[in-house]
């Protein structure tokens, strides 16, 4: 990695990843993609009181934090039982082991579950089931997950998205910044430690500038780097041909997954 500038996404976990960038003789720059993330008040309640009434058919689970702090929301107002009655009456999907133990601790056994831990994967094993007709409310994160929402439109579902947090943009400067850096090539590699650092990106590409040389520049010259299989899977999506990831979804494994790359 000797010479090579890194950018990183992230707003945590910095300082171990510059110092294993710079062991490598790489230099790390800072680009926080993340935004700003909060747990809803008062307005997830109502939402989730929407979804007590609208008993769905089927529910899907994308993060271990998401099937949590439902939970901590539905005890907090009282309403844990009729939101665990709701879940049970309801097919569950779940995305990611992480997703699944969550559940667990609450009692509840998923009817489909991502293998891999990428919605890919979890429509793979969504394909068996019916869903004309169906309601269905997905539990995301941040990203919005349009493979999965068109899934299910496509199959004659009604679609509800639940968010449980909400998520304030990062700083449009840095974002503009980062494209900079990227389509003038003065960066190596850009590592992304979550799918919404690349939405973020890339919608603000979309919006603010021009994809075409943002694709381009990390078909050839700048590698992207993502920290794990749903990070991966976003940059896919958004339309990264060439995106490489640890076999283990650590930090610290990227950045030294990105070090072989350079190497070879």
Partial sequence: MRGKRVALCASRKLDEMTTLIEKQGGTAVIRPAQGTVFLKGSELSEEMRAIIMMRPDWIVFTTGIGVEALWKTAEREGIAVEWKRVIENADIAARGYKTVAALKNIGVIPTAVSEDGTTKGLISA????????????????????????QFFLTGGASYTELFPYRHVAPD??????????????????????????VRF?????????DITPLLEAFCTDVVACAVGKVTKEALEEEGVSRVIAPEHERMGAMIVTLARYFQQ
């Fill in 126 to 149: 969504l394909n068996a089931y019916d869903f004309a007709g169906k309601s269905v409310v997905a539990q995301l994160y941040g990203d919005t997950a349009p493979v999965l929402k």
């Fill in 201 to 209: 990106f890339f919608s603000f590409a979309r919006e603010k500038q």
């Fill in 172 to 197: 449009h400067e840095m974002l503009e910044t980062l494209y900079n850096e990227v389509v003038g090539r003065k960066i190596d590699a850009v590592c992304f430690t979550s799918a919404i650092q």
